[in-house]
């Protein structure tokens, strides 16, 4: 945890951002950093123990943020199902949705976490992230088979593939720095082109 909260804080966690987005983590210098936050390495270290506790310290709040929007997410849908929710209410809220509501709002911290962290725990993101939600959609199918619903039977390694394809599509626009409006129109486009098929596979529609 940080040992200081101050503005000189401040200034370092604005640092310690900059020097990871251009250099990522592997090329970014302790040294590089204190210079640019106008103070030596031993004064960065009375913010943060080491390279790694820096990275973590800029992806760990958004990392954190978007596995509670997942487990919100998951939670509120067997609600709705339980509720015995009209099918066309039950999946109006989508994986877009969080990228709206959070990544967006930090996009920073998420460039950082799917460009820059090569050589931390968090290099493979988004494969573990992945696998995450295919355990959980995997339930999900099993479950509303379960409650009778239509679905699809796919294998794990097909929807493996499929989740992989979507969060892909779903992160591309954030990656490539396109401006919001773009973002916007991309991300309609991807919900319109995958939605359709998620909910036929869980047979919703």
Request: charged share 30%.
């Amino acid at each position: 945890m940080p040992r200081d909260k101050t503005l000189s804080h401040i200034k370092v966690n604005q640092a310690i951002k900059e020097e990871f987005l251009e250099k990522g983590f592997e090329a970014a210098s302790i040294r590089s950093i204190g210079a640019r936050a106008g103070m030596t390495s031993a004064g960065l270290y009375r913010h943060y123990a080491d390279k790694e506790a820096m990275f973590c310290a800029m992806v760990e709040p958004l990392i954190e943020d978007i596995k509670a929007w997942t487990e919100n997410h998951t939670r509120n849908k067997y609600n709705l199902v339980e509720a015995q929710t009209e099918k066309k209410d039950i999946f109006g809220e989508s994986f877009v949705d969080m990228i709206r509501e959070v990544i967006l709002p930090n996009r920073d911290e998420f460039k950082l976490l799917m460009t820059c962290s090569a050589g931390t725990k968090y290099e493979n993101f988004i494969h573990d992230y992945a696998l995450e939600n295919q355990k959980e959609f995997w339930d999900a199918i099993l479950y509303l088979k379960k409650k009778g619903y239509p679905v699809i039977c796919i294998d794990e390694e097909e929807l493996h593939m499929l989740l992989s394809a979507y969060l892909t599509a779903c992160f591309e626009p954030i990656i490539h720095d396109y401006d919001e409006v773009k973002i916007d129109s991309y991300l309609n486009t991807i919900q319109e082109f995958f939605m359709p098929g998620w909910l036929r596979i869980m047979g919703i529609n």
